[in-house]
């Protein structure tokens, strides 16, 4: 199918609920799991779009939608039990989605990679109206997960530094991606912003409450900082899992490139959250000089050689493979003595 330009399209940041695969006894109950959940969201988005109107573009999942995240289990048995293969039938299933509804369907889930068999990644990914994954981004930072930075040389052989931040320039805009917690990592967006990036597709699963919470300025301020759009999208909260439901619900919301919420909805299962990205407006603004256009603005040179200089969180400590978890909180607080001994902390 044809995917033709457009300056002006609808986008709805979908807040579903997350069926965790973590309780499940092996590999072919999990990818089970997983199906049924597909299978609900190829209904809940076809509802959507029958109710926003064919112009809906673009459409945005919570993160580790398919799965929840990893409790108690080791690095192999998660990536046995609830990774994705790079070309498997998970991404193949969301792929006929996005072919049957003509959108660019966006989300993040955990992914093996053949380059580093011993570790897995948390991935978002956005695929077009063809079927085909356009855009592949690895969180860069985690608290218990291996990142591209963990296995830093031999992540940059391979895939290169605009791999590590792509941005994929399609037909509704030049899309990037940012994984959860990420909207607190100014860096991450910035870099994206620098390679052209106009719409941040945020899948993540948090809490959410009246209070404006650090994430939720995070996300403003990413938005006017880049002069981008944010699509936020959250989990409707998290079922099969220890962890109460409702801990990570509500709040998904789509923010424009002023800092405006164009659109949020409250708890539970909702397609409230959806909204018009204008990117003719928004290209114009880019392009008008003033005070407000902080991108024209920015003098890079005045921050590269303290970034340059300054080593706080080590690269490279998982090329050697699958570590226990605890290698995850020891590193931290290792990096947290070297950072207080150095006075800088």
């Not at 003509?102 to 011993?118: C, T």
């Not at 895939?159 to 860096?187: C, H, M, Q, R, W």
Request: proline share 4%; glycine share 6%.
């Amino acid at each position: 199918m044809a995917v033709i330009a457009t300056d002006s399209f609808r986008t709805l940041a979908l807040q579903v609920t997350c069926h965790a695969v973590n309780q499940a006894r092996d590999h072919q109950e999990a990818r089970s799991l997983m199906q049924k959940t597909i299978d609900r969201l190829a209904q809940q988005i076809a509802a959507s779009i029958a109710f926003i109107g064919p112009d809906c573009r673009l459409v945005v999942l919570p993160e580790y939608f398919l799965t929840g995240f990893p409790l108690a289990e080791s690095l192999t048995v998660w990536a046995e039990k609830a990774c994705l293969e790079i070309a498997g039938p998970e991404y193949e299933a969301l792929g006929q989605i996005a072919q049957e509804k003509n959108i660019f369907l966006a989300g993040n889930a955990y992914e093996l990679d053949r380059n580093f068999p011993k570790l897995y990644f948390q991935a978002c990914f956005v695929i077009d109206p063809s079927g085909s994954v356009v855009l592949r981004y690895r969180r860069l930072n985690s608290m218990f997960a291996p990142t591209p930075h963990d296995v830093w040389e031999r992540y940059l052989d391979c895939y290169g530094l605009d791999g590590v931040f792509p941005v994929a320039k399609t037909a509704i805009g030049n899309l990037a991606a940012l994984a959860s917690e990420e909207i607190l990592y100014p860096e991450v967006a910035r870099c994206l912003a620098m390679r052209g990036a106009e719409i941040f597709l945020h899948s993540t699963s948090e809490v959410y409450g009246q209070a404006r919470s650090p994430k939720e300025a995070a996300k403003i301020t990413r938005a006017v900082e880049n002069m981008a759009y944010v699509i936020s999208a959250n989990t409707a909260g998290i079922a099969n899992s220890p962890i109460p439901a409702a801990s990570v619900d509500g709040g998904s919301k789509i923010i424009d490139y002023r800092g405006l919420v164009l659109a949020e909805t409250g708890a539970g299962e909702s397609m409230a959250a959806f909204a018009e990205i204008d990117l003719a407006a928004l290209r114009q603004y880019r392009r008008r000089p003033g005070l407000n256009n902080l991108l024209s603005r920015q003098r890079f040179e005045l921050y590269a050689d303290s970034y340059r200089q300054s080593h706080f969180y080590p690269a490279n400590t998982m090329l050697d493979g699958e570590v226990d978890r605890k290698h995850f909180i020891q590193t931290q607080q290792a990096t947290i003595e070297r950072l207080a001994k150095l006075g800088v902390i």
